[in-house]
């Protein structure tokens, strides 16, 4: 028998939905994309999707959504506002200086430490001007990520900054999600229970799709974090068998 080594085909945010409607007891198993009253549902599901992935980020892991950017820097300027899908600014930053011709292969990089706001708000001559900024905090204003840095750089450079970032959106059904494949299953069981709920399904059917979907959030959660050894320690003791 031929074992069968072809991943999986990605399934589209419209099939998805199409799923969660099915696993909800809203359509029956038969219905395609292409049924009656499918056009409605399918609008539903992609704003509910929307929120769904977005409420992730309270969860907690990264790994998906964690990456650098480029912030160009302007010779005088402290206080620039990160774009809209940025969620947070972590760690220190790294700038670049501008006579390096890119931000890959760099020389003379420096670190530029992050601060909390109590720590900014001790600092006493706010517009101290040297050629690099050495310290920069988060204001995060709302929806919008904002960032200051201290000293007032007096040179034009480029600011590394590892940034999380809010996951693409759910408006274009024939594209996929923005996560791991593993993540796709869940979404259908999230999915479902939202539409079980506007729905108005018996409450034993939508207390069953909760658990389940509140389950295999937990599972993928888990495995969502950054891969990445961390520091072990070693316990070295003797004992009656010991040399």
């Known amino acids: ?111 530029c430490k992050q601060i909390d706001l109590f720590q900014w708000s001790t600092l006493t001559v706010k517009g101290s001007v040297s050629t690099r900024p050495q310290l920069y905090c988060v204001f995060r204003h709302g929806a919008s990520v904002n960032i200051r840095f201290w000293p007032v750089p007096s040179d034009a450079g480029t600011m590394r900054l590892k940034i999380v970032r809010l996951f693409g959106g759910s408006s274009d059904g024939s594209k996929s999600a923005d996560l791991e494949r593993f993540w796709y299953d869940c979404l259908v069981w999230q999915l479902a229970y939202y539409i079980a709920v506007e729905s108005s399904m018996p409450p034993d059917r939508v207390a069953l799709l909760a658990g389940i979907a509140e389950s295999k959030k937990k599972q993928c959660v888990q495995f969502s974090f950054e891969h990445t050894s961390g520091p072990q320690a070693v316990v070295n003791y003797p004992t009656q068998w010991s040399a």
């Open 1 to 111: 028998m031929t074992i069968a080594t072809t991943p999986s085909s990605l399934i589209t945010i419209n099939d998805m939905i199409l799923l969660a409607n099915k696993r909800a007891g809203v359509v029956p198993v038969e219905a395609r994309l292409s049924s009656a009253n499918m056009v409605p549902k399918l609008e539903n599901g992609r704003k509910n999707l929307d929120l769904i992935m977005d409420a992730l980020a309270t969860e907690g892991f990264i790994a998906r959504t964690a990456e650098f950017y480029d912030l160009p820097l302007v010779a005088g300027e402290p206080y620039y506002t990160l774009p809209g899908n940025v969620l947070d600014v972590q760690g220190d930053a790294m700038m670049v200086p501008s006579d390096n011709v890119d931000t890959k292969f760099t020389q003379g990089e420096l670190v």
